[in-house]
Nanobody, 119 residues
């Protein structure tokens, strides 16, 4: 059963923008710190950004000033606005809902969406 569904990936030229979305159930969304990670083939999955239920955001140094994470609690949806994209941003982007500190006690992952930035 798919708990998180990402969308919005695609092919874009360097300097362009994309917005990723991640939708989940209200039960999970309300209990979790929501995160974006990304992974390049042959490398470890890396943290990109996180946002708490209260809206506090945190970013990897590599994306600070270019990416913006946000959440719409009414739609149970998290977003990642990616601007000034670089070829090194090319990766599969994964949505993550960390509800381990809640009664759900579970870490959820989406299936990923491909982002490709051409030079």
């Amino acid at each position: 059963q798919v708990q998180l569904v990402e969308s919005g990936g695609g092919l874009v030229q360097a300097g362009g923008s994309l917005r990723l979305s991640c939708v989940t159930s209200a039960r999970i969304f309300g209990a979790a710190v929501m995160n974006w990670h990304r992974q390049v083939p042959g490398k470890q999955r890396e943290f990109v950004a996180s946002i708490t239920s209260g809206g506090s955001a945190n970013y990897a140094d590599s994306v600070k000033g270019r990416f913006t994470i946000s959440r719409d609690n009414a739609k149970n949806t998290m977003y990642l606005q990616m601007n000034s994209l670089l070829p090194e941003d090319t990766a599969v982007y994964y949505c993550n809902a960390d509800a381990r500190a809640s009664p759900l006690q579970t870490l959820y992952w989406g299936q990923g969406t491909q982002v490709t930035v051409s030079s």
